[in-house]
């Protein structure tokens, strides 16, 4: 291990991921510490790309910059890594009512959100499905296969940067003479996920994290489908016969086992949305790093300019940060301004 780096990453979910990238093509020297802890939200993320909110049916915050961004960074970094971790794919999203059902009709064709909202079915489309109210297409969109894309991108860092599998230990920093442990560092960059709550330094974050789970399920008639389902929750497909259904959002026992309650509900939402039989086999549960304004939290510690955050990403990180992660790395190497909404200056008191 070299004695010295310029920055120090701690956390490889993909946060740290996309910043190691950026930084390594900004020729830094990167010093990643990491190991897998329970309920690390990354390892079970579904990873969809969605432009808009199908609730209210308004585009997501800042879509318009994030989303195409993504897309290209996604396409170059599947080039480099000589892997496919991105699906482009339309999300079909049924309506729940003839009241939901006229809202979107009406935004659509009131707003520019049309951009993302391809076309409005007004009866049925899938035999499989209950969407007698039809539905909505929703494009661009389409999954980050997350695991993938942290697995592959761990074999180039374990080449490009130098891999540390420990937890980092806040005893052994010196932040007076710019050392951790042995090594001399110019920046240690703090991408824990939701563990920020048990950071000395930065604890002082609104962080509000959400336990989210997820069910596996097999569908004996369902070989495929080209889209992601909405109504209430998601489906999306893993392989053949088998989808991901998710998710539920609860803000208490940020542990890693499954609940009856989450369950439960998942359940009783897929029940809404299938007309055919489905066996659930297994069940994933992560802990999301969400913030009680919906933004990221990015920059530098208020009083130790070494310390920087980059987390709170929530389930937006796949479409917010590629974007996010080249703005502050501008920041970090070219001085160049922070985006406003995600600064973490933004909580100084």
């Known amino acids: ?27 830094k020297r990167v010093l990643i510490i990491n190991t897998n802890l329970p309920a690390m939200s990354s390892k079970v993320a579904a990873g969809i790309i969605n432009p808009v909110a199908v609730k209210r049916c308004n585009k997501s915050w800042n879509i318009d910059l994030f989303l195409p961004y993504a897309i290209q960074y996604y396409k170059q970094l599947e080039q480099k890594l000589s892997s496919k971790f991105l699906k482009i794919s339309s999300i ?7 009241e939901n059902r006229k809202t ?13 909202v391809n076309y409005i079915y007004l009866d049925s489309q899938y035999s499989f499905l209950k969407d007698s109210l ?13 695991e993938k894309f942290l697995n592959i991108s761990k074999e180039y860092l374990c080449e490009k940067a130098t891999y540390l599998s420990d937890q980092f230990d806040f005893s052994c920093l010196n932040l007076d003479n710019n050392i951790y442990k042995s090594i001399s560092f110019n920046k240690i960059i703090f991408c824990e996920g939701f563990r920020m709550l048990d950071n000395p330094y930065f604890n002082y974050l609104p962080l509000r994290p959400t336990k989210g789970e997820m069910l596996v399920v097999n569908i004996p008639t369902l070989s495929s489908i ?14 053949p016969f088998h989808f991901l259904v998710g998710a539920t959002y609860q803000h208490q026992d940020f542990d890693d086992k499954p609940t009856e309650y989450g ?12 007309s055919i039989e489905y066996k659930i086999i297994n069940v994933l549960v992560g802990v999301r790093p969400t913030t009680k304004d919906r933004k990221p939290l990015i920059g530098l510690h208020k009083t130790y300019k070494n310390l920087a955050i980059f987390n709170g990403f929530g389930s937006k ?8 992660t080249a703005n502050f790395v501008n920041f970090l190497t070219k001085g160049q301004k922070l985006m406003e909404d995600v600064d973490i200056q933004r909580f100084r008191v």
């Open 226 to 239: 080209d889209k992601i389902l909405s109504k209430d929750i998601w489906m999306i497909q893993l392989k």
């Open 104 to 116: 979107w009709e009406i935004k659509c064709s009131n707003t520019n959100i049309s951009k993302y």
């Open 134 to 146: 039809g539905g909505a297409s929703i494009l661009p969109a389409g999954r980050l296969d997350v």
């Open 317 to 324: 990180g796949v479409v917010q940060g590629p974007f996010l």
């Open 263 to 274: 369950v439960a509900y998942l359940k009783s939402k897929l029940n809404n949305m299938l």
């Open 1 to 27: 291990m070299s004695s010295s780096t310029d920055y120090i990453i701690v956390g490889q979910g993909l946060a740290g991921t996309l910043l190691a990238h950026k930084l390594i093509e900004e020729k």
């Open 92 to 98: 079909y999203r049924l309506f729940s009512s003839l």
